[in-house]
């Protein structure tokens, strides 16, 4: 089901993708700010949920902040692709997993507590399913998750603060960070709910929350759209091999199309996947979106680079990424 735009609940969850309101009673914060009663924006938030609409409110994570993670990719037969796609997805590591348009057809996002336990996730993933994977790791993002523009601009206009580097958390912290990942509860005082789970006063919640959200490892906090759901499904992954000294410069290029919702380099995989730059479109038509990869390869001086465009097919999984709130290698 494709929800419309002009639908108050979908409309009321774009507004609040990022700077969602870290007070006691957030929702009554929002319907002071859009007329409506505080249970009344409760209940819209949960109508969104149910249609698969909103997937939860919380944070999105900053890559090479805390944790690790990496975009692996496998080449599976046709015939076999449905039953590998639900054994990754069976994964508790994993939280996307698409088809997309290339020999390399099957790609997901696995995250963890560190380094080592993404490497093995991998290994037991491809011992599972008889198909190894390219493992991508992020490099520099460039322009990730600042929120889904609906209409207008397709991307938020906040830019990306400068990257932190890599974090490292307490203990205190690790847990607020897994008690998060699934999202705040729909409940009237969300934070105080998640203090009573933790042991900890409300306070001290909300004092956490802005304490990640400063140091980086939060890159926003608010609702998490399914763009799909909202129509965008003509989606494409463009990738380009660069000079590793032009990634930079071509990335800063790319980040200053309008069209591009997401860019990042990651690491070659030779022989295999030589290409090193990344960059999303999201769009209602594969055509419209095709004309804006001309116009952004163009733009970004990047037409003359060997390159390939992914178009994703099916979404097989697509929730929020997990660094902390499971145990175990593919539990």
Not at 46 to 60: F, H, K, N, T
């Amino acid at each position: 089901m494709n929800v419309h735009l002009a639908d108050p609940a979908t409309a009321l969850a774009e507004r609040w993708q990022r700077g969602f309101p870290l007070a006691s009673r957030p929702f009554l914060e929002i319907g002071r700010a859009w007329g409506l009663d505080e249970d009344a924006v409760v209940e819209m938030l949960r109508g969104l949920v149910r249609d698969r609409v909103l997937s939860r409110i919380g944070p999105a994570i900053r890559p090479n902040t805390i944790g690790s993670s990496t975009l692996a990719a496998m080449s599976v037969p046709s015939n076999r692709l449905d039953n590998v796609a639900a054994t990754v997805n069976a994964c508790p590591a994993v939280n996307h997993n698409y088809e997309r348009e290339h020999a390399f057809n099957l790609w997901f996002v696995v995250t963890g507590p560190d380094r080592s336990f993404v490497s093995r996730t991998l290994e037991e993933l491809t011992a599972r399913t008889g198909c190894s994977c390219l493992d991508l790791t992020i490099e520099t993002p460039y322009h990730i998750d600042l929120g889904f523009r609906l209409q207008g601009r397709k991307r938020a206009v906040t830019e990306n603060a400068p990257h932190p580097g890599q974090l490292h958390l307490g203990p205190d912290s690790v847990r607020l960070v897994g008690l998060l990942e699934p999202g705040i509860p729909l409940v009237r005082q969300p934070y105080a709910e998640l203090a009573s789970q933790l042991g900890w006063r409300e306070d001290e919640v909300l004092a956490g929350v802005r304490q990640l959200l400063d140091c980086g490892a939060i890159s926003r906090f608010g609702c998490i759209l399914r763009h799909r759901k909202l129509g965008y499904r003509a989606n494409a992954m463009a990738v380009w091999d660069v000079p590793d000294r032009m990634v930079d410069e071509c990335a800063a290029k790319l980040c200053a199309q309008d069209a591009v919702t997401l860019c990042y380099s990651r690491t070659r995989c030779l022989p295999d996947w030589p290409y090193n730059l990344f960059a999303m479109i999201h769009g209602k038509r594969q055509e419209d979106v095709e004309i804006e990869l001309t116009d952004v390869a163009s733009q970004s001086g990047l037409a003359g680079y060997s390159s390939a465009v992914l178009f994703s097919r099916r979404c097989f999984k697509q929730t929020g990424a997990r660094y902390f709130s499971f145990e175990g290698v593919c539990a």
